[in-house]
């Protein structure tokens, strides 16, 4: 009952404490690719160097002539550093030699049949002959293009071009811990830790590998514990402390002005978003920056908890409370260049149409919105672990979570509420021009301010429903020492996703505004590379298009249960065989509460779709009603043999089925309802579900150095060097 806010695991650390001795250790981590194999698209076997180093250096605080901290203050430092570059490679569809002369006589459906690539700027659109363009009809700007391509480097005709490139990565971490004892029953720690991270990533703009980006991340964590010993059986914890990670995230291209040099009007000229703009060309590989960068972003987590342990006639009695309060504040630049797609409108072939230089689609942001999320939970536990008798202890307690809705400091929130038929909008504060805004996206009937709707800043209303019971026991029957039974049950509840929150509440119209222009079918020159932002084209982006979230959501939460039974066999060798098993509730989904009605009858008779809210088109609503189960058997067998040889082989059959196993796409995932009208036929086996799974490992010490068959009486540098060898 001490931990919660999440439904999975916990993994406690602690920090060891310095001592009255000066102590001190240096490490080093070395790996290469000596051992590694050719990866199956690889040309030769990539690159691998990763090292991981580090020292910890401890002992008593003394200043001399000012202060002696043995056995009062002690210190512990420590720096780790890690540096990595490994090779990667990437395998897609370039531009052919003859294709970037304008010769498309190869051009095929993916089927293999010939496609005829015609002139759509004649009269009547005849085919070009021989399908070859001539370099005369190029666009200036199409011809710049092409030499960010590289050429070909593999036979295949669909994957014809393979990139190798290192992803670096590295960082280095300082840790400082200080020990004060102020009295016999007082004690104080502080501990801070930084990391300095460098990560950067070839692929995230494009599998050429010459789009990608670098990233300079800062983590810092601070805290201090209070403890006093009231009595030998009772102890009061107090601690406090923050966690900041801050990111910045940029292209390798930021900074240049890329569309200034192409010749592309109407792109940003703010030095902070310059960069390459995004090209994309149906069955070619793209090119461009990551649209959404640069970004950078700070997350701030400020906790405070504190806790009484009281030991007494068999009982551990433990209660207390946490709080914390999270800051997410993040600019949304993404389109900021612009975003140019071409298709086979035109010329029937896409890259025909960038050739000639013929859009089907392009996009850029206008006004752009920053996020300042703001979350705030408090919880309180119970708990009591009870030694009924030798043989028997139970695990009792009882936790209560209260997390509040999200807010945004500055109002910057919308929710599309099914009951109103409207998009309630937290606050206008930053949007003077509110009116003017509804009006140009026609919204002005379909939009309302919180306060005029009778709703919170938060749109949403908290749960206050949330207790969470917890139970456990181990029990060793007839009181003998080779048989352990134990089981357990508890609630666990998820908590809020404030990344989804974010990006669906936090980011859209009105607060963000976007341009998107599309082709006109009868005039080819409308849309262009050279004139790529019409304003006789322009339409505001996404602005028909709503997210919602449930008015009374209810807390998610995780049912977890198992039972275990251990058996020593002797001989060091311990079976065990159990049953894990675990259900959610109040699981949230997004889907499109907008769905066209669709019917036979509608579609025979020509007659358009229509959807429930006129007015907007797609309404991505997050509802929290699905559910999922998991049930395993799970069986191991360990031992642990003379020679100090130890071996370990698990196998876990299980089954996880669920009706919406993520929010967000990922991990390949569909995170969205066929048919919003019937989420029950969405249940099946999760993403991630893995009906069988076999584990084994082993470690044995050689015999070799100091007490052992071999190098037995191996001393100094020799026996340092030979000492402590281990296989695994």
């Known amino acids: 009952a001490e931990y919660g806010r999440l439904s999975g695991g916990v993994v406690g650390m602690a920090l060891r404490s310095g001592t009255n001795r000066l102590r001190g250790a240096l490490f080093e981590s070395l790996r290469n690719k000596v051992l590694d194999a050719r990866g199956f698209f690889d040309p030769e076997r990539l690159g691998l160097k ?25 210190f512990l430092a420590s720096y780790e550093g890690y540096r990595q570059v490994i090779g990667e490679s990437a395998i897609g569809h370039v531009p052919t030699p003859a294709e970037r002369a304008g010769d498309l006589s190869g051009a095929k459906t993916a089927t293999g049949a010939p496609i005829v690539v015609r002139d759509p700027l004649a009269a009547g659109t005849p085919a070009f002959p021989g399908n070859r363009i001539p370099a005369s009809r190029f666009s200036p700007i199409s011809a710049k293009l092409l030499d960010y391509f590289p050429p070909p480097n593999r036979a295949d005709p669909v994957n014809n071009f393979v990139a190798v ?55 810092s964590l601070m805290g201090m514990d209070y ?132 859009l089907n689609s392009s996009s850029r942001l206008l006004q752009p919105s920053r996020t300042y999320l703001r979350a705030t939970s408090i919880s309180a536990f119970f708990s009591d672990d009870y030694k ?58 379909l939009a309302v301010l919180a306060k005029d709707a009778g709703l919170p800043a938060s749109l949403v209303y908290p749960d206050y429903t949330n207790f969470a019971p917890r139970f456990g026991f181990a029990w060793r029957p007839s009181g003998g020492q080779s048989t352990v039974l134990r089981g357990g049950y508890g609630i666990f509840y998820a908590g809020q996703r404030h990344e989804t929150i974010r990006g669906s509440l936090m980011s859209g119209y009105p607060f963000s505004v976007t341009q998107s222009f599309s082709r006109v079918t009868t005039d080819p020159n409308a849309l262009t590379l050279s004139n790529p932002f019409p304003a006789g084209r322009a339409a505001l982006g996404a602005v028909t298009n709503s997210a919602g979230f449930e008015l009374h959501p209810q807390t998610g939460y995780m049912q977890s249960y198992n039972f275990t039974a251990e058996h020593d066999l002797g001989r060091g060798a311990v079976i065990e065989a159990g049953y894990v098993g675990s259900r959610g509730t109040h699981l949230v989904r997004r889907y499109d509460i907008n769905q066209p009605r669709r019917s036979l009858q509608l579609y025979q008779a020509g007659i358009p779709f229509q959807r429930p809210y006129a007015g907007l088109n797609t309404i991505d609503y997050f509802a929290f009603g699905s559910n999922s189960i998991y049930n395993a058997g799970q069986v191991s067998l360990r031992r642990r043999a003379s020679g100090g040889l130890f071996y370990r082989v698990s196998y876990t059959y299980g089954k996880s089925i669920d009706e919406a196993s993520q929010v967000g796409a990922g991990n390949g995932g569909f995170d969205g309802a066929q048919n919003s009208r019937d989420l029950k036929s969405e249940r099946g086996r999760s993403d991630w579900d893995r009906g069988h799974a076999f584990t084994a490992a082993f470690s044995w010490p050689l015999p070799i150095g100091r007490g052992k068959a071999w190098l037995k009486d191996a001393a100094g540098v020799p026996g340092a060097l030979v000492n402590g060898w281990q296989l695994s």
């Open 165 to 219: 490139a290192s992803r670096p990565e590295g960082w280095d971490s300082i840790l400082m811990k200080i020990d004060h004892r102020l009295s016999q029953a007082d004690n104080l720690a502080w501990r801070y830790s930084k990391r300095f991270q460098r990560p950067a990533n070839p692929w995230a703009g494009s599998d050429l590998g010459t789009f990608g980006n670098t990233q300079q991340v800062r983590d």
């Open 388 to 445: 009924l008798a030798r043989s028997l202890t139970l695990n009792l307690g009882l936790r209560y979570e209260l997390e509040w809705p999200v807010t945004h400091r500055y109002g910057q929130m919308s929710n599309f509420v099914p009951g109103l038929n409207q998009i309630v909008i937290a606050s206008d504060r930053t949007l003077p021009n509110l009116s003017s805004l509804l009006s140009q996206a026609g919204l002005t009937s």
């Open 227 to 358: 403890t006093h010993l009231f009595s030998p059986a009772l102890l009061m914890e107090v601690r406090g402390g923050y966690a900041r990670t801050s990111t910045r995230q940029r292209c390798n291209w930021a900074g240049q002005d890329i569309a200034g040099q192409l010749g592309i009007p109407g792109s940003t000229t703010d030095p902070e978003l310059l960069g390459f703009p995004r090209f994309t060309i149906t069955n070619y590989l793209p090119l461009g920056c990551v649209p959404a960068q640069p970004a950078q972003f700070h997350v701030t987590n400020i906790q405070a908890s504190g806790k009484l342990t009281w030991v007494r006639a068999g009982h551990t009695l433990k209660w207390g409370f946490d709080m914390a309060r999270l800051r997410h504040n993040e600019p949304n630049n993404a389109n900021a260049r612009g975003t140019f797609a071409f298709q086979d409108r035109w010329t029937g072939y896409p890259l025909g149409d960038m050739l000639l230089g013929l």
């Open 50 to 74: 990763r090292n991981q180093f580090g020292a910890t250096f401890s002992g008593p605080v003394t200043i001399p002539k000012l202060y002696g901290g043995r056995n009062r203050t002690f």
